[in-house]
């Protein structure tokens, strides 16, 4: 299973951005799929997370300004930003838990090569 990120680039303070991230392989299900950040001389930190049946999970400092979704279909997870601020420049990274592929099998968690997000001010 693969997972592939896009929608980063270079945005001013204020601005939108939508990230995407395909779930590419013999996926039969997926969890969980998520959002988490890194900055430069930072750790890892979740921004969002979602359920195969809808429930959310934010960090305190994206809420009201980034939602999250997904399309189980299309084993698609996106990532819709507004309102951003230079405190979101990061590299963003996809991941999925609790993947299951033919025949139910329970592989590990993954992650996407990460995207790069530029917010200037």
């Known amino acids: 299973v693969q997972l592939v990120e896009s929608g980063g680039g270079l945005v001013q303070a204020g601005g939108s951005l939508r990230l995407s991230c395909a779930a590419s392989?013999?996926?039969?299900?997926?969890?969980?799929m998520g959002w988490y950040r890194q900055a430069p001389g930072k750790q890892r930190e979740l921004v969002a997370a979602i359920t195969s049946g809808g429930s959310t999970n934010y960090a305190d400092s994206v809420k009201g300004r980034f939602t999250i979704s997904r399309d189980n279909a299309k084993n698609t997870v996106y990532l819709q930003m507004n309102s951003l601020d230079p405190e979101d420049t990061a590299v963003y990274y996809c991941?999925?838990?609790?993947?299951?592929?033919?025949?139910?099998?329970?592989?590990?968690?993954?992650w996407g090569q990460g995207t790069q997000v530029t917010v200037s001010s």
């Open positions: 392989g013999s996926i039969l299900s997926i969890d969980v």
């Open positions: 991941n999925a838990k609790g993947v299951r592929a033919p025949p139910w099998v329970l592989l590990p968690e993954t």
